[in-house]
C-alpha cells in the first residue's frame, strides 16, 4: 500500500473521527477534536518517517573495528556506508562482517576506506593496503603502549628497556627479576616516559615484569619481558699503551673477568715493558685478533712496517681504537689524519654521562681530554648527555676504526658501578671488533597466541620446539625462496600457546616469548593503531561528497502516537462519566 493510499484513509479516518466527536458533544470537545486529527498525523509519521538529505563521501566505506565508542559512532554521517568488524558491540542496524577482505566484495564500489576505533587486525591489513584515507584512532587505554625492550644480550652486560604509560599522572614503574624482586624503578616523567636499566646474569631465558603503580601506589598494568641472555664468543683483544694508567688496570680487569683473551705490553721506561701474552703485530697475529687498542705514546713507538701491517689487517676486518691520553704530536695527529681523523687541541672539559649509562641523576661528572676530533664520515660510538661526542668510529674497508677521547670512565667502578663500566666497553668492542659470528635467525618481537608471527634466515628442515614440547616443522613462503639466501628465506608461524617457544635451525636453539592473547592489552592497542596508521595512503583527491535521504527514527512518533491515544482515551472516560444518563444510553 502506498503512502498515499495511507494517506487517504488516514484522513477519512480522521474526519468521520471529529465529526462524531463534535455532534456528541462534551466537554473539551475541541482539544478531543484536536488529539484525534494529531493521533492521524503520527500514526502516518510512524508508517511513513519523515526523510531529511544527509551528506556522505562518495565511494567511501566506514568500518567500524573494535574499540570504537559511542562518541565516534554518533559523530558519524548517518548516510555514510558502515560495516562492523567481529568484536565490536554496534547498533543492530549496522552491517556485521566477518573480516575487511568480505566487506570489500560486498561494497565493489568503495575507493576508500574510513577506519574507526582501535584498528584494523593483523588478518585485515593486506586488504586495506593502498585504500585507508583516514584514520579515526579510538583513546588508548591506561597502561604501556609504548615498550622498546632487547630479547636478547650477552652475559655480564647492562640492559635496558625504555617506553611510555598511558592515562598514569603522576606514576611509577617498577622492573622486577623473575624472583620478583625489584631491581629498578623510577617515577614516570611528564610525558609519561620511562627509561630503566639492569644487569644481565647468568645465560638463559628469564622473564621479567614491568609494573605500572599509580599514585596511589595502586598497580595499574603488569607487562611480562622477556629476555634471552647469551654468553657470546671471546674476543681476541691486543692491547698496547706508553704507559699504566687507572684505566688501563680497571680495562684489563674487565677484560680478564669477561673471558677476553688479552695479550697486552705496556710501556714502563724507555726499553722496559709489562708484557702479558704473545703480542706481535705481525700480519699472521693480527689475522687472529678481533681488535687492537692502542694509545698515542704506543703508536709513536711503533715502526713504519708494523703501522702498515695494522693500516692492512683493519682494511681485511680488524677493529683498532686509537686512545688519547694526552696532546698528540704533530706527527702521530698527521699519521691519524691519514685514517681519516682530525685532531686538535681544545680546552678540557667536565661531562656527564647519566643518558648513555642508563642513570639518572648519579651526580658522576667525568673528564674530557683537551682534544677535539672531527670526521667527515664517522658515528658517534659515546655522546655526553650534552651532545658532545666523546669518542667516534668510522669504516675502513672491511673493518672499523674509532677514536677514543674520555679520560676517566674508571671512575665507575670506583662508585660501585662495575656493571655499567662492563657494558661500556663491552658495547665500544662489539662495535668495533672483526665480524665473526655467523648470521642469527630473525625471531619475533612481539608473538602472541593465534596471530601470525614472522621468522627469517630459516632453511628447510628447520622447526619451532613449542611451550609443550612438540615440534612444528617451518614451510618456507614461495614468494621469498626463490633466488632468496637463507638469511632473507622466511616462513609463518601462528602459536597456539603462550609461554617459551624455540627456533632449531642448525642444531642451535633460539627461543622467543609468545605472549597470550590477553596480556599486555595496552600494547597490544597501541601497537595495531600504529600499525593501521601506516596503512594511511598520502592525501589525493578529496573524496567527492553526495547526499541521500534519510529516514528520521520511528521511535519517537510512535511513542508521542501512544501518548495521545492514552489522552484520548482518558478523554472519553471522563466525558462518558460526566454525561446525563440518556447520553450514556445512546453512547452505549
Known amino acids: 500500500m502506498t503512502s498515499s493510499t495511507v494517506a487517504l484513509l488516514l484522513v477519512l479516518a480522521a474526519l468521520v473521527g471529529t465529526v462524531r466527536t463534535w455532534r456528541r458533544g462534551g466537554p473539551r470537545r475541541v482539544m478531543r477534536v484536536t488529539l484525534q486529527l494529531v493521533a492521524a498525523a503520527l500514526l502516518y509519521a510512524v508508517l511513513f518517517p519523515p526523510a531529511t538529505r544527509e551528506q556522505f563521501a562518495a565511494g567511501e566505506l566506514v568500518v567500524l573495528t573494535p574499540g570504537t565508542t559511542t562518541e565516534q559512532r554518533a559523530a558519524l554521517s548517518p548516510a555514510s556506508t558502515l560495516v562492523a568488524l567481529p568484536g565490536i558491540d554496534a547498533p543492530g542496524g549496522i552491517e556485521r562482517v566477518p573480516d575487511l577482505g568480505t566487506a570489500l566484495r560486498s561494497h565493489p564500489d568503495a575507493r576508500r576506506l574510513h577506519i574507526v576505533g582501535g584498528g584494523l587486525p593483523a588478518r585485515d591489513r593486506d586488504a586495506a593496503r593502498g585504500l585507508v584515507a583516514r584514520f579515526d584512532a579510538a583513546p588508548l587505554p591506561r597502561g604501556v603502549v609504548e615498550l622498546d625492550a632487547p630479547t636478547a644480550v650477552r652475559a655480564g652486560s647492562v640492559w635496558r628497556l625504555a617506553g ?191 643518558h648513555a649509562l642508563g642513570l639518572s641523576g648519579s651526580g658522576f661528572v667525568f673528564a674530557r681530554h683537551a682534544i677535539d676530533v672531527q670526521a667527515d664520515d664517522a658515528a658517534p660510538l659515546l655522546r655526553a648527555d650534552d651532545g658532545a661526542p666523546l669518542a667516534l668510529w668510522r669504516a675502513q674497508a672491511q673493518g672499523r676504526i674509532g677514536v677514543w677521547a674520555l679520560a676517566d670512565a674508571w671512575r665507575l667502578a670506583l662508585a660501585g658501578e662495575r656493571a655499567r663500566y662492563a657494558t661500556l666497553w663491552s658495547d665500544t668492542l662489539a662495535t668495533l671488533s672483526r665480524a665473526r659470528a655467523a648470521a642469527t635467525p630473525q625471531l619475533p618481537r612481539e608473538a602472541r597466541v593465534d596471530e601470525r608471527a614472522i621468522l627469517c634466515g630459516i632453511a628447510t628442515g628447520d622447526r619451532v620446539e613449542t611451550a609443550q614440547g612438540t615440534s612444528v616443522a617451518m614451510l618456507i613462503d614461495p614468494i621469498t625462496a626463490p633466488g632468496a639466501t637463507a638469511a632473507h628465506a622466511c616462513a609463518a608461524y601462528w602459536p597456539a600457546k603462550a609461554g617459551w617457544h624455540a627456533l632449531v635451525s642448525g642444531g642451535q636453539r633460539w627461543p622467543f616469548h609468545v605472549r597470550a592473547d590477553d596480556e599486555a592489552k595496552p600494547l597490544a592497542a597501541a601497537a595495531n593503531q600504529q600499525a593501521t596508521r601506516a596503512l594511511v595512503a598520502a592525501p589525493g583527491e578529496r573524496a567527492e561528497l553526495a547526499t541521500r535521504p534519510m529516514s528520521w527514527p520511528r521511535w519517537p512518533f510512535f511513542l508521542a502516537w501512544l501518548a495521545v491515544i492514552a489522552l484520548l482515551w482518558w478523554l472519553e472516560r471522563q466525558r462518558v462519566a460526566l454525561a446525563p444518563a440518556d447520553d450514556t444510553s445512546d453512547a452505549a
Request: hydrophobic fraction near 50%.
Open 164 to 354: 611510555r604509560v598511558e592515562g598514569v599522572g603522576d606514576g611509577r614503574v617498577e622492573l622486577r627479576d623473575p624472583a620478583g624482586a625489584v631491581v629498578a624503578g623510577m617515577a614516570l616523567d611528564g610525558d609519561g616516559r620511562f627509561t630503566l636499566s639492569a644487569p644481565a646474569k647468568g645465560a638463559g631465558e628469564a622473564l621479567f615484569a614491568l609494573r605500572v603503580l599509580d599514585r596511589d601506589g595502586t598497580p595499574v598494568d603488569d607487562v611480562p619481558v622477556p629476555l634471552v641472555t647469551r654468553a657470546g664468543a671471546p674476543l681476541r683483544l691486543l692491547l698496547l699503551a706508553g704507559a699504566p694508567d687507572p684505566e688501563l688496570k680497571y680495562l684489563r680487569r674487565w677484560a680478564v673477568d669477561a673471558g677476553v683473551q688479552l695479550d697486552s705490553r705496556l710501556a714502563l721506561t724507555e726499553g722496559v715493558a709489562l708484557t702479558e701474552g704473545a703480542l706481535a703485530l705481525d700480519a699472521a697475529a693480527l689475522a687472529k685478533a678481533d681488535l687492537v687498542l692502542v694509545d698515542e705514546r704506543a703508536w709513536a713507538a711503533l715502526g713504519t712496517t708494523q703501522k702498515a701491517a695494522l693500516t692492512a689487517a683493519v682494511r681485511d676486518g680488524l677493529g683498532l681504537l686509537l686512545r688519547v691520553t694526552g696532546p698528540l704530536p704533530p706527527a702521530i695527529a698527521s699519521d691519524w689524519a691519514a685514517l681519516g681523523f682530525r685532531v686538535q687541541a681544545q680546552e678540557p672539559a667536565n661531562l656527564a654521562l647519566d
